[in-house]
């Protein structure tokens, strides 16, 4: 039986300054998106009750900001392959930071709705100009890693949000918290317009030897077009994109909703319900690490993980359904599912890349993402419209089976990978 054997990715070293100067920068930039993104979770209960929402009019709130980000990014990517990236990141961090603030000033439903749609564009801009930088200022094949260290921001970022932001409502209220958190958003834009520039032939602090060998390296494995129509030809493709619609929605139903569960679980106060938050996260956190640290150390293909991760998560959700256990056994539930669903995110653009052919890269998982987008506008409408009154958890289980389907799909690509391994 062959192998599929994962190249081990290289160490970090970040005496180099492409890690210190763009790395890091970057990683705080898409952690502090996430920060914005998600804050409302927390803020949700005080936010509904002061403007008399509904739990379905909150998860048309939650799924609005996707409605601007599934538009921006295409035409952000494309704006960004003209040189414009860094002022992309700039001016949408700009954006964010006024939007997330704007998020405590409203009284009324629509500026809400409002406000998240724009925030929405500014962060759908962001990635697609992270994917230039990436490109500009890595070696061909150390992309991949700095992708996946981004993903670490998704599960950290909430872990942190979460006791952050229920300690400021609780010595504040939900607006003060929405102002604060933008602040950084503003500070990082200036930061990244003064200390970062587009190329590493812009940047005069840069060491000629690093830079020469990025020029020299960051071409190498670059593809040829390929058109959307070859893209929409290949069944594994649509799979792919089943997959990460499923999942997506999965991950932003728990991260959005998961504190109006845990209140309604405890009963407790701001504070406390971020605190019990962060645990799934943490979770979540460690358990990417270890997933990715073993999935390379074992040479096994990337499908064998990433299957097993997303189901647990699944059968996680179905558990805290139809299993009644008392108050410790849901809250273990939701730990398991939201720390596991998060495991194998590192491996999955990774897995995606190695499967479609090279010169359809790009069109591929620009395609793949866009379908994930609106799996992040479907998850969190579709609990607050199937959730009971005062029970948000009984919603979950609908997304449950969805993931459960997509790790199902996970194990046929992959095994239909590894034939197609054996047989060349």
């Not at 890690?19 to 996430?34: A, D, H, K, N, Q």
């Not at 010595?171 to 102002?179: D, K, L, P, T, Y």
């Not at 909703?257 to 938050?277: D, K, Y």
């Not at 990433?306 to 108050?327: E, R, T, V």
């Amino acid at each position: 039986m062959a192998t599929i054997v994962n190249e081990r990715p290289p160490r970090i070293d970040l005496r180099q300054a492409r890690w210190s100067r763009i790395g890091v920068p970057l990683f705080v930039t898409y952690f502090i998106c996430f920060m914005d993104r998600t804050n409302i979770s927390v803020a949700s209960p005080h936010l509904a009750g002061e403007l008399q929402l509904s739990a379905a009019a909150m998860g048309v709130v939650f799924s609005t900001f996707f409605w601007g980000y599934v538009l921006s990014g295409m035409p952000a990517g494309a704006w960004a392959n003209k040189g414009r990236a860094k002022t992309i990141i700039v001016v949408c961090m700009v954006v964010i930071g006024l939007s997330a603030g704007l998020t405590g000033a409203v009284h009324d439903y629509p500026l809400l709705v409002a406000a998240r749609i724009v925030l929405g564009l500014a962060e759908g801009a962001i990635f697609p100009a992270f994917a230039v930088m990436f490109i500009n200022w890595f070696p061909s094949r150390e992309r991949g890693l700095a992708v996946a260290l981004t993903m670490y921001t998704v599960p950290l970022s909430t872990a942190v949000m979460a006791p952050l932001s229920g300690w400021l409502i609780d010595i504040s209220n939900w607006r003060a918290m929405f102002v604060i958190q933008a602040i950084p958003a503003i500070l990082v834009a200036v930061w990244l317009h003064f200390a970062v520039t587009e190329r590493p032939e812009d940047n005069p602090r840069l060491d000629s030897e690093e830079r020469d060998y990025i020029v020299a390296t960051r071409t190498v494995a670059t593809t040829d077009e390929s058109t959307l129509l070859q893209v929409f030809a290949r069944p594994t493709v649509w799979l792919l994109a089943l997959v990460y619609f499923f999942w997506a929605m999965g991950i932003y139903a728990l991260t959005l909703w998961l504190p109006t569960v845990i209140g309604e679980l405890t009963g407790h106060g701001s504070l406390m319900v971020g605190l019990l938050t962060a645990i799934p996260f943490l979770f979540g956190t460690v358990a990417l690490y270890v997933v990715t640290k073993t999935a390379v150390s074992t040479g096994r293909s990337l499908g064998y993980f990433i299957a097993p991760c997303i189901a647990i998560s699944g059968a996680a959700m179905l558990g805290h359904h139809f299993i009644d256990l008392g108050a410790v056994f849901s809250f273990a539930m939701l730990v398991l599912s939201a720390g596991s669903i998060y495991s194998a995110l590192a491996l999955w653009w990774t897995w995606v890349m190695q499967i479609v052919p090279r010169n359809q890269s790009g069109a591929s998982v620009g395609f793949v993402n866009l379908c994930g987008n609106f799996g992040g506008l479907i998850g969190p409408l579709l609990i607050g419209l199937v959730a009971s009154p005062g029970d948000t958890a009984s919603g979950f289980w609908i997304v449950g089976v969805g993931i459960l389907f997509a790790a199902a799909v996970v194990m046929v690509v992959d095994a239909r990978r590894t034939r197609s391994q054996q047989v060349n």
